[in-house]
């Protein structure tokens, strides 16, 4: 019996259990965005970046660069609009699905990334226990922060990059002794997730 108990602990004390139940429970958090049908309407997200999000995604369609909105007051620039995400990597691959999906799907997405994230930054950059990471997770993941900035769609892009641009930059502090190799590796996955920042737009 003792046996038994010890392979339930290990099993709930393991990396992969915590991480599958945080994937669930920010999947759980959003059902009613991705499996629900239902979008948020209010706000930015629905007066902003809804519009916006559409008219990129069917330049992206259309193969063209949008330099100029005919929608928005006489007319603005577009493209030179950071906001727009246009080059943002999940925004073109998403530009194929009507903006409402898109746009449930991209909140769930991030608040995933910005969870893992946070789990491997107090795991990885902190040495935190499991739980103490799984914890991170959550209050990171799943808190009023990124919740309330889900109507700031390219924020909250930016800010799901967060805990793995710290985990990144603590790697490449803390390299005093690595090889060549691993420094330059820490330092191109630091500067890839700068680059999706900025091009997320915020």
């Known amino acids: 019996m ?4 010890q392979r339930v602990r290990n099993l709930v004390t393991s990396s992969p259990f915590h991480l599958f139940i945080l994937s669930l429970l920010v999947l759980a958090g959003v059902w009613k ?41 006489l007319g603005s620039p577009f ?15 998403m530009a194929w699905l009507p903006v409402e999906q898109a746009v449930s799907w991209s909140i769930a997405f991030h608040l995933l990334i910005a969870a893992l994230g946070a789990y491997a930054l107090a795991r990885k950059g902190f040495a935190l226990s499991r739980l103490a990471a799984f914890a991170t997770a959550i209050s990171f993941g799943l808190g009023g922060y990124l919740g309330a900035q889900v109507e700031h769609l390219n924020q909250l892009q930016v800010l799901a990059w967060l805990p793995l641009l710290l985990l990144f930059a603590l790697r490449i502090a803390s390299c005093l002794r690595c090889t060549w190799r ?21």
């Open 33 to 73: 965005l991705t499996l629900g049908n239902r979008i948020i309407a209010r706000g930015d997200l629905l007066l902003y970046f809804y519009p916006l999000r559409d008219y990129a995604s069917q330049a992206i369609r259309e193969g063209r660069l949008p330099l100029w909105n005919p929608y928005t007051f």
């Open 79 to 93: 493209l030179a609009n950071s906001q727009v995400g246009f080059f943002y990597p999940l925004n073109v691959v």
């Open 2 to 5: 003792n046996a038994f108990f």
């Open 182 to 202: 691993a420094l330059l590796l820490n330092a191109l996955a630091f500067a890839g997730i700068v680059v999706l920042m900025i091009t997320a737009g915020h």
